[in-house]
């Protein structure tokens, strides 16, 4: 089930969801909690700079800014302006300082300095090359540092095959994506500390892989169910 749009398709798409973009958290029954558990995964400190790819209007924001405070900083990439417009309002409203947005393809991004944790949240299965923006953000990652992803994906199971209709009448409708990523095989390239955790009967996960070394590689790998 694979619906990779070209940017240009996707960037248009969500500039028209923007406006309602929490409204989907409620259709998709997003868990409650899953964005700050996301958040808690990548351990992050106070002073720490972090990287959202694809930090959409924001909504990860006060998670990140209260893992980092004022002294650390929040680096957030989007290919949609619109969404990034929400965002910086609501930089503007809470007068977060510490945050610095820009409009980028994640398959080519730069950020300037390294970074303590990377974040990709409910955006690795719509993008058109997925495993090319997880390249690029490891690049910037430091060493015994994370990087998580958070997204959807079908149940295993009855549940999957039932609600796969649904989820591809979804998918075409928001571009959702390929629900069928499996980002965990991506980051066996550069790290075996890979760590699951699948939430709400397996239609969400969180996903960690740990960069143990300047090489990317990592130690014995790990699982854990939710």
């Known amino acids: 089930m694979s619906y990779h749009y070209d940017l240009d398709f996707i960037r248009a798409r ?3 969801l923007a406006a ?8 998709l029954i997003l868990p409650s909690g899953i964005r700050a558990r996301a958040v808690q995964r990548l351990e992050l400190k106070q002073g720490d700079r972090v990287l959202e790819v694809g930090c959409g209007t924001g909504r990860n924001l006060p998670h990140l800014q209260k ?4 002294a650390g900083h929040i680096y957030g990439i989007d290919y949609c302006e619109g969404m990034l417009t929400k965002a910086r309002q609501l930089c503007e409203r809470q007068q977060w300082r510490n945050v610095s947005l820009s409009h980028q393809d994640a398959a080519q991004m730069s950020v300037p300095e390294p970074v303590d944790g990377v974040l990709f949240s409910l955006c690795y299965t719509v993008m058109p090359e997925p495993r090319q923006a997880l390249k690029r953000a490891w690049e910037y990652l430091r060493p015994n540092k ?3 992803i958070m ?3 079908l149940a295993p199971g009855l549940l999957g095959r039932l609600s796969r209709p649904f989820v591809m009448l979804a998918s075409k ?3 959702l994506g390929d629900l069928d990523e499996q980002p965990w095989e991506d980051l066996k390239e550069w790290t075996s500390r890979i760590e699951v955790e ?4 397996g239609t969400y996960y969180i996903c960690r892989g740990t960069k143990t070394d300047s090489s990317g590689r990592g130690g014995a790998p790990g699982r854990v169910n939710g």
């Not at 309602?20 to 259709?27: D, G, R, S, T």
């Not at 699948?198 to 009967?201: G, I, R």
């Open 173 to 175: 409708a928001t571009v």
């Open 146 to 148: 994370h990087t998580v």
């Open 20 to 27: 309602i973009y929490p409204l989907f958290e409620v259709i």
């Open 67 to 70: 893992a980092v405070g004022p």
């Open 198 to 201: 699948e939430v709400n009967w």
């Open 14 to 16: 969500y500039n028209r």
């Open 151 to 153: 997204d959807g994906k």
